[in-house]
């Protein structure tokens, strides 16, 4: 990291920024470089990705769901090491956006629980470090997630798109992106829908786990060979959730039960079940957008698993491509965001507003932590 950047972050110019994100999925951090002077996107820079080894995943596992404890010390340990070890391989940025780990998620109940200390990383990256950016939108009734959209915005704005369009991020979780680019700013009135759609990886990655200890379905090779129990994917849709009206947000596990659903299904079927769930679930989500999209572009890892992306492709009236057939990068649009999130927040500007977490109004969530010594912007 170098030591004397950052003096781009006091005037209202470009900013660069890396974002780090570590999904729900646990598989690894990802960080990229955005600069952004936070309304609009001025480029991308270099990215890195640094997997969690099975031990570090196996620490991160036994805290989900934890709001407190050993296992939670334990995992904020890993994130913090994690982090700072990728964020040593940048050079030359103004700040940090950093996530953290989600572990657990009650909006309506306990809050949101993201590990990892920014005021420590900030001390060893010598950059101000922007996190904790959900628990300003909770605090003030918001849902916390998902937070992405703010950006998703400004990459329909830099792909020109002018008819509305979608954001899908299949991740552990599915979210969705309903995009108005006829609008100018982001909280304006109608020009966002976002909300979580429901089980997108994670329930088929804890099945390929437990059942033949692999840490994913890889390019949907074995749902292919297999078939969609009809009778476990209509209990899945009567779970209340689908006809819930958004704003709506997820837990990771909050669907784990599903798993069971298919407990009895060989192999096969059961992964084939499972990834049509989640589709399913998606086309659900759709029934709550305000018109049909011209176009749904796919980030996350869901997109490299052509099974599933058939199955949307099949069940939806609108173009179906991943986020690289618009020249984004699928890999590191979340950690991309976190950087552009993290220049808003520094630029008092707003980062959730009604349309995507329903908070009461536009909020810019997240805190800043400057490194202990003089001469650094925020």
């Not at 690894?28 to 996107?41: N, P, R, S, Y």
């Not at 329930?203 to 379905?217: E, F, H, I, V, Y």
């Not at 808003?344 to 202990?372: F, K, M, N, W, Y």
Request: hydrophobic share 45%; aromatic share 6%; proline share 6%.
């Amino acid at each position: 990291m170098n030591k004397a950047a950052g003096k781009r972050g006091r005037d209202v110019g470009p900013v660069r920024a890396v974002g780090m994100m570590s999904g729900t999925s646990l598989d690894g951090v990802d960080a990229a470089i955005v600069e952004t002077d936070g309304h609009w996107l001025l480029g991308f820079g270099s990215s890195r990705y640094r997997p969690y080894s099975p031990e570090e995943q196996a620490v991160l596992r036994a805290a989900l769901g934890r709001w407190s404890g050993p296992e939670v010390d334990a995992a904020a340990a890993v994130i913090d090491s994690a982090h700072a070890e990728l964020l040593a391989e940048f050079d030359d940025v103004d700040m940090v956006g950093f996530h953290g780990q989600t572990l657990a998620h009650e909006p309506r109940g306990r809050g949101t629980l993201q590990v990892g200390d920014g005021a420590a990383l900030a001390h060893r990256a010598g950059v101000p470090v922007v996190w904790d950016f959900r628990s300003d939108d909770v605090r003030m009734g918001g849902e916390g997630a998902p937070l992405a959209p703010f950006f998703h915005f400004a990459c329909a704005k830099m792909i020109g798109a002018t008819e509305p369009i979608c954001f899908l991020n299949l991740g552990g979780v599915g979210n969705l992106t309903y995009i108005d680019p006829s609008h100018a700013t982001p909280d304006a009135a109608g020009a966002l829908l976002a909300f979580d759609t429901g089980p997108a990886n994670a329930p088929l990655n804890d099945l390929m786990q437990s059942r033949l200890g692999q840490g994913m379905d890889r390019d949907g090779a074995l749902a292919a060979q297999g078939n969609v129990a009809a009778g476990a994917l209509e209990a899945f849709l009567n779970e209340s959730y689908f006809t819930r009206p958004p704003p709506k947000s997820l837990d990771r596990n909050d669907f784990a039960e599903i798993v069971g659903k298919v407990s009895d299904l060989n192999d096969a079927d059961a992964a084939a079940t499972l990834t049509g769930m989640c589709a399913t679930g998606v086309v659900m989500a759709m029934e709550h957008c305000p018109s049909l999209p011209a176009r749904m572009l796919v980030t996350g890892g869901g997109r490299h698993n052509p099974v599933l992306m058939q199955m949307l492709r099949a069940a939806l009236d609108c173009q179906v491509d991943p986020v690289e057939a618009v020249g984004l990068d699928g890999d590191m649009l979340e950690a991309q965001a976190f950087g552009f999130l993290a220049v808003r927040v520094a630029r008092g500007l707003p980062t959730s507003c009604p349309g995507t977490t329903g908070v009461a109004a536009a909020v810019g969530g997240g805190r800043i932590s400057r490194p202990e010594r003089a001469g650094l912007p925020a």
